[in-house]
């Protein structure tokens, strides 16, 4: 339409010209030494005109087949690319880095060309070729520097592939160093790196960070957290004092976990701290009733143990047929030589539940009584479902 608008002002500019020229009088003297060319006024008027109208038109026409060229390059480059992820998704590998470093060498859009070098790069890792793959990253880096965050998170991800999580690490730090909202995928890649340098602190640290954006996996970032904890407490588990303190740091719902605070007992149990291991129990199992923390309550046994007996009782009102529970009543009273009790508790726990740990207890309570025949028994009833367990 605009085309249209400016070739009809362009005739109606020369027909006026045209008739203008009709009532002047004069010429006009073209030299191009050694030549010399005279024209009357009116001629050399239309001449120009025709001379601006033709320039027009052939600008017109090479600046439209610029456009034509430059539009035929972007959707070349746009169906290569789309071609490359195709490929890229699809598991071919091959096709897909090939279509990506087409795309790269003929763009001139750095969003593309990031997005370009490192499908390049991470079709290239795929095939293990870690020379082609740095190239791409680094050509990336280097003609697209605004893009970095893709190429970097890239970097990292092949780092930690590798197991060089103290130069992922670096390569994201340098991501970090323009400040603001880190991506989520950056922050997942930096909690990875920290996973296998074994800093759970950090671990910790970068869950609570992802557990407050919407854009997270809540139940992945709910699983790191409790593994987290879990390595945690073996490796604080070393120092009482240490324990302590990350004990006590923990929310209250974090500790009502039986996993973790099963972890814990045992940490205090190993540090011979039967009483803070038996607190935890005893402030779990009436909420959780988890087998593993009712095991636990018939370890380390001390002064305590009639009052650990006292308290077991109360929990067997509300689980009259927990074989566990049983079994350790059976213990707690065999260890206070409460013979007919043990005795009673443990065959009790048998009749709910056959179980070899509950045979092997009956077989020591029966040693200390003299009833060797009787403990044999129990000793090969316990070893016989021992073996049918590990076939």
């Known amino acids: 339409m605009k085309l249209i608008i400016w070739l009809l002002a362009l005739f109606a500019a020369a027909v006026a010209v045209t008739l203008a020229a009709k009532y002047a009088t004069g010429h006009a003297s073209i030299v191009m030494p050694p030549y010399q060319l005279e024209l009357s006024l009116e001629h050399f008027i239309i001449g120009v005109v025709a001379a601006f109208f033709v320039f027009y038109i052939l600008v017109r026409l090479i600046l439209g087949i610029f456009g034509y060229s430059q539009h035929y390059r972007h959707k070349k480059t746009d169906t290569t690319l789309l071609s490359g992820l195709k490929s890229y998704f699809e598991g071919n590998y091959a096709k897909a880095q090939k279509n990506a ?11 593309i060309t990031a997005i370009s070098a490192v499908i390049a790069a991470r079709s290239a890792h795929e095939l293990d070729d870690t020379k082609a793959r740095d190239q791409y990253i680094d050509t990336a880096l280097r003609k697209a520097p605004a893009e970095k965050s893709l190429s970097l998170m890239a970097k990292a991800d092949f780092l930690l592939s590798e197991g060089n999580h103290q130069e992922a690490l670096e390569t994201l730090h340098g991501l970090y160093a323009n400040g603001g909202l880190q991506p989520s995928s950056a922050l997942q890649l930096e909690l990875k790196a920290q996973q296998q340098a074994n800093n759970w602190d950090a671990v910790l640290e970068l869950a609570n960070i992802l557990a407050k954006r ?5 139940a992945l970032v709910k699983k790191l957290k409790h593994d987290a904890q879990l390595e945690n407490i073996k490796r604080k588990g070393t120092d009482l004092h240490t324990l302590n303190h990350y004990w006590q740091s923990l929310a209250p719902l974090e500790k009502m976990d039986s996993k973790v605070a099963a972890a814990a007992t045992r940490a205090y149990i190993a540090l011979g701290s039967c009483s803070t291991a038996h607190q935890i129990i005893e402030q779990n199992v009436p909420v959780t009733w988890d087998n593993e923390l009712i095991e636990l309550y018939a370890e380390c046994l001390d002064y305590h143990v009639n009052r650990q007996i006292e308290c077991a009782e109360v929990w067997l009102k509300s689980h009259p047929n927990n074989a566990q529970l049983l079994l350790t009543l059976g213990k707690l009273c065999t260890h206070c030589e409460l013979w007919g009790k043990a005795q009673n508790y443990l065959e009790a726990s048998l009749s709910v539940e056959p179980g070899q ?35």
């Open 101 to 111: 470093a087409t795309a790269l060498k003929l763009t001139d859009s750095p969003i």
């Open 214 to 218: 919407q854009s997270t996996n809540q």
């Open 357 to 391: 740990k509950a045979h092997f207890a009956l077989a020591q309570l029966n040693e200390k009584l003299g009833k060797h025949e009787l403990a044999m028994d129990h000793y090969n009833k316990g070893l016989e479902l021992t073996l049918k367990q590990l076939s």
